[in-house]
């Protein structure tokens, strides 16, 4: 604005000091209202003088009297009416001159505005004759395609075109549900609950690698060649993983549930946010609707989104709200009328997959599911699983290159991708992928290029040992045996021994070697406070939970008596002051472990017969008491049957 003042004194001769002529004010007068007219215009300048009363005063032969005039105009204002003198005119034409100013900027500011706007208006002029034009040109033709797109299309089309092998693990899926190894019972179970009248919602536990998601897809095909089903022949099996859905807690998206995209800010279609509508979008639950929504690691989902979850399970149904969608709107189109009214159908079967234990699981969906278990798989069935899958790559496997394999791994995919691996390098020694053979060494190699140890090491021996048994304990899905061994010696002085114990061991199991002194002490009339004992737990383990009670008694008792125990039998149970064992969690997993270990036997509480009546390769036997145990156990008495 002072540039614009400046510029205004440089027009007008400024009047300064007394005796102002009629002839220098007339100039100045005649200055300013020029310039007041060519920022107001001839029109304008008639509505003011009107407006303000001063057509007669700018139109008078004194200029004093015209100054008035231009005040009321130029300063929007009837209280002028007195003659300045001639001391006050420089001020009032200082105080013109500034308003007029002011007028000037503001003009120019405008002026640009316009500008910018004429332009904007423009390229939106010409924004909507090209989208008219290609509607035409669609509605002619047929063919909205531009020379770009063309190109975008025909490089997509090209890439289309290129196809490496499929993967291994599509090559030797199984297809039918008798090709799924070791897994019968859970089969079974999986096939009652699904392919019925009235299937019911499932959670299948099991560790990795042992056919979850294969038996679930397979069981719904099928379940769908049932008359009885409850499934169309068209029914959908939706896969995805609790892992990587989240709540979002700002609700502007939510493939599982489903969500509503608003208009202005999480991107509704462009025809519906033009017209400011909502978007409904469905999600995974809908997708399912009338089939199978099968959820890998289900243990794993956002509480949040569980509870979502839950309730569409209730309602079979998915309600949306949006502040947006008014209904009364006749430009909401009706399907979207009929989502936000009925909400979008989710009727389907659940069925989640998981890792975890039972006990992991939140309580409120495992109320709603059945519940099915696929146990881990053997060594000889993973040897299955390798020949079946070598028989499907026209693989020639040499003798005991499948045992090999089924050392380094308990999981199905790992195996037939170590099977996958040693095929790779069977064909780059030969270089070619005629008649290729697999040899145990090239078995080996492969996996232990893979830095894989063997997960089986059998530890039963022929041999009796004093102080040595074998117990059982449980990491996951997959038992174990536990080397527990026991070293007595006298005191040096009489009631002054020592017991040690391992100190990775947990403070229960700490607690069954106390209990064990007592029961030792009731078996064999010995008091331990008379013997310095070291109780050990080969490898160090971090071992606790009551379990170990029994094998430790067996160990201790063997060290004081010198007796040798037998070391083809397992032992697991809870031992009691008074000798009994009792049950114990696990048993079946246990068995998978003393089984690994080629033990011959297994002894478990009786209390637990009922959990594992028999077990192939392995004789289960149940008792009541420790002695029991330990007359099974001791070398040179035979086992009773």
Same mark, same amino acid.
């Given at each position: 604005m002072e540039d614009v003042k400046d510029l205004l004194g440089r027009l007008m001769t400024r009047v300064a000091g007394s005796g102002v002529s009629d002839e220098d004010l007339k100039r100045q007068i005649d200055a300013i209202y020029s310039i007041y007219a060519g920022v107001m215009g001839p029109e304008q300048i008639i509505v003011q003088a009107s407006r303000y009363n001063a057509v007669k005063y700018i139109h008078d032969e004194n200029p004093r009297i015209r100054l008035i005039g231009m005040e009321r105009m130029i300063l929007e204002s009837r209280d002028y009416s007195r003659q300045p003198t001639d001391e006050e005119v420089p001020a009032i034409i200082d105080k013109l001159e500034d308003k007029l100013a002011s007028m000037l900027a503001r003009q120019a500011v405008e002026r640009q505005l316009e500008d910018k706007i004429a332009d904007r208006l423009e390229e939106r002029h010409q924004e909507y004759i090209d989208e008219i034009r290609r509607e035409i040109i669609e509605e002619e033709t047929g063919d909205a395609e531009t020379a770009q797109s063309r190109r975008h299309l025909e490089k997509l089309k090209k890439l289309d075109g290129v196809h490496l092998t499929a993967t291994v693990m599509e090559a030797v899926r199984p297809q039918h549900l008798s090709d799924i190894v070791g897994?019968?019972?859970?089969?079974?179970?999986?096939?009652?609950?699904?392919?019925?009248?009235?299937?019911?919602?499932?959670?299948?536990?099991?560790?990795?690698?042992?056919?979850?998601?294969?038996?679930?897809?397979?069981?719904?095909?099928?379940?769908?060649?049932?008359?009885?089903?409850?499934?169309?022949?068209?029914a959908p099996f939706v896969e995805c993983d609790g892992t990587t859905l989240r709540w979002d807690s700002r609700d502007m998206t939510n493939p599982l549930i489903g969500s509503v995209h608003?208009?202005?800010?999480?991107?509704?279609?462009?025809e519906l946010a033009d017209a400011g509508i909502p978007e409904p979008k469905p999600g995974l639950v809908t997708e399912a609707h009338g089939g199978i929504l099968f959820m890998d690691e289900i243990g794993e989902l956002d509480p949040i989104l569980l509870n979502k979850l839950l309730k569409v399970l209730e309602d079979k149904k998915v309600r949306f709200e949006s502040a947006y969608y008014d209904e009364e709107d006749p430009a909401v189109p009706e399907y979207i009328r009929k989502l936000f009214r009925d909400g979008a159908p989710a009727d389907f079967i659940l069925i989640g997959a998981t890792t975890r234990q039972p006990w992991e699981i939140n309580p409120a969906i495992r109320s709603r599911c059945a519940e099915v278990f696929f146990d881990p798989l053997q060594p000889e069935e993973i040897t299955e699983i390798i020949e079946n899958a070598a028989r499907k790559l026209?693989?020639?496997? !040499?003798?005991?290159?499948? /045992?090999? @394999?089924?050392?380094?791994?308990?999981?199905?995919?790992?195996?037939?991708?170590?099977?996958?691996?040693?095929?790779?390098?069977?064909?780059? !020694?030969?270089?070619?992928? /005629?008649? @290729?053979?697999?040899?145990?060494?090239?078995?080996e190699d492969t996996c232990r290029a893979s830095r894989l140890t063997p997960w089986i090491r059998p530890k039963k021996t022929e041999e009796p040992r004093i102080g040595r048994v074998y117990g059982l304990g449980v990491a996951g899905y997959w038992g174990s045996t536990i080397e527990i061994e026991a070293a007595a010696f006298p005191a040096r002085s009489e009631g002054r021994g020592t017991l040690r114990f391992n100190d990775t061991a947990g403070s229960m199991a700490k607690d069954s070697a106390a209990t064990a002194a007592a029961v030792v002490r009731s078996l064999t009339g010995k008091s331990l406070s008379d013997y310095d004992l070291h109780v050990n737990v080969v490898g160090g383990g971090n071992i606790d939970g009551p379990s170990a009670g029994c094998a430790i008694v067996c160990a201790i008792v063997s060290a004081l008596e010198k007796k040798p125990l037998r070391q083809d039998v397992a032992v697991t149970g809870e031992i009691s002051l008074s000798g009994e064992v009792k049950p114990v969690g696990g048993v079946r997993e246990k068995a998978f472990g003393a089984r690994q270990a080629q033990m011959k036997e297994m002894i478990i509480p009786w209390e637990n017969r009922e959990d594992i009546e028999d077990f192939p390769g392995l004789t289960v036997v149940p008792v009541k008491h420790i002695g029991e145990i330990l007359r099974r156990m001791t070398a040179g008495d035979s086992p009773e049957e």
């Open positions: 897994q019968e019972q859970a089969v079974k179970a999986l096939q009652s609950r699904i392919a019925s009248p009235f299937p019911q919602h499932l959670i299948l536990y099991g560790p990795p690698g042992v056919g979850k998601t294969t038996a679930a897809r397979l069981v719904l095909e099928e379940a769908k060649k049932k008359p009885y089903t409850a499934f169309a022949p068209d608003d208009p202005i800010y999480q991107g509704a279609s462009k026209d693989i020639t496997l !040499e003798e005991d290159a499948a /045992e090999t @394999i089924s050392r380094y791994t308990a999981e199905g995919r790992k195996a037939v991708s170590l099977l996958a691996d040693a095929y790779g390098l069977a064909v780059n !020694e030969k270089g070619s992928t /005629e008649d @290729i053979r697999i040899s145990r060494k090239l078995a």
